[in-house]
């Protein structure tokens, strides 16, 4: 389990040191970081598949994802007195970020490349520095591996280290690159926990939705991103995962209600059959609210589940009657997954925050707000109230 999520200069995320626990709720005004915080933690899986450069690059560069603000703030801007005035960097331009758990810890370092007329590619960051080491906090003893520059070394079962032949190209991670069962196997076991990690954003159900649109079946034990094999997720669920829990879900949510799978030539089509009706609804008749929590249903309730599961803003199009449900969804899900839930819906965090108290699970609540457009955590009063963390030094 992550027990500690480090950010520094991404967007509105200046220096955000961050606890998680097993279930974790984000909340804030609009424009407070969540997005930010969300989109942190997928470049952080990105990296385990050599795609944070690349991703990085869709979002308008390094330079377009830095902390806009001025590095320090006087009392006198504070107060009022004087206007924002930017500073000078005195340290390298980097964006970094990291976790920790009780196993293991992880840290990536983006900064510029230097300047190459040949290349087309000049706007692409390059990656620093990573490590990983042993347990929540990095310190030299408990070093895994470290990657400076294009030179890594790794140390092996003996204690020596292992240096790599050769140089690691700038723009690839060395979670990709040389995760070897023999050489590697702590940072092998690292690559495919972050890999397992799961995402849900704004899965589509409009007029037009794949998940409102029968697809050819085949057994899925995880819901894909656009939700286009809900069906197929669904009935997986009947037959090998926790069906007692989806029949509750459902009913719980649509008293009286059942969600069957019919075949069709081979290609798989969602009924909803409710109190009251003569014929059960298909996919395309349903309202998006109810095709929504069907679609959490699945993802939450899958027989595979994750290290991580995040999902952001789940409560869109919801009926307010579906936030206390899917809050019990959620925290059924929570024996077996750790969930960060990204959400402005007040009502939904605390119908979470009765559920655990119900169910005695811990609750991790992280309201976010704005200090001179800087993320915060409200109700912190300085750095002695955050989570201990160190980065690695260039």
């Known amino acids: 389990m992550i027990t500690t999520l480090a950010v520094e200069n991404y967007r509105s995320l200046r220096k955000l040191i961050v606890e998680l626990g097993q279930v974790n709720v984000v909340t804030g005004a609009n424009g407070t970081g969540k997005s930010s915080l969300y989109r942190a933690l997928r470049l952080l899986a990105d990296s385990s598949r050599n795609g944070a450069v690349a991703a990085l690059a869709r979002e308008g560069g390094l330079g377009s994802t830095l902390w806009a603000g001025p590095e320090k703030l006087g009392r006198a801007v504070r107060e009022g007195l004087y206007p924002v005035q930017g500073v000078v960097s005195q340290g390298p331009v980097n964006l970094r970020l990291g976790f920790a758990g009780d196993e293991f810890g992880y840290a990536i370092d ?35 591996s470290e990657r400076q520059g294009p030179a890594v070394r790794i140390r092996t079962a003996s204690g020596d280290w292992h240096r790599s032949q050769g140089q690691i190209r ?15 196997p ?36 995880v819901l894909s991103a656009d939700g286009s094999d809900l069906a197929s997720a669904l009935q997986t669920i009947r037959e090998i995962g926790d069906h007692a829990a989806m029949d509750e879900a459902i009913d719980s949510a649509f008293p009286g209600s059942r969600v069957s799978v019919t075949s069709h030539g081979g290609r798989l089509a969602l009924e909803l059959h409710q109190h009251g009706l003569l014929r059960p609804l298909g996919a395309p008749e349903l309202s998006d609210g109810t095709l929504r929590y069907l679609l959490w249903v699945a993802a939450l309730l899958t027989p595979r589940p994750p290290t991580l599961l995040v999902l952001n803003e789940p409560e ?55 200090d001179f457009g800087q993320t915060t955590v409200a109700g912190r009063e300085g750095p002695l109230d955050e989570p201990l963390w160190y980065w690695p030094k260039r």
């Not at 700038?170 to 590697?184: F, G, V």
């Not at 690559?191 to 649109?213: K, M």
């Not at 108290?357 to 309201?367: Q, S, V």
């Open 316 to 370: 869109t199009s919801l009926h307010p009657d579906l936030l206390r449900p899917l809050a019990d969804l959620i925290l059924t899900a929570s024996r077996q997954i750790q969930l960060v839930v990204v959400t402005h819906a007040r009502p939904l965090a605390d119908a979470l925050m009765e559920g655990t108290h119900r169910a005695r699970i811990d609750l991790n609540t992280i309201e976010l707000v704005k």
């Open 170 to 184: 700038p723009y690839d991670s060395m979670l990709s690159e040389l995760a070897d069962p023999q050489l590697a």
């Open 186 to 221: 702590d940072l092998l076991l690292l690559r495919e926990r972050i890999r397992n990690w799961r995402f849900y954003d704004h899965v589509r159900t409009d007029a037009h939705a794949p998940a409102r649109s029968a697809q050819i079946g085949t057994r899925t034990p």
């Open 110 to 144: 983006f900064g510029q490349q230097p300047p190459d007329a040949r290349s087309m590619f000049g706007g692409d960051p390059e990656i620093k520095r990573e490590c990983t080491w042993a347990g929540p906090i990095l310190r030299p003893a408990a070093l895994l």
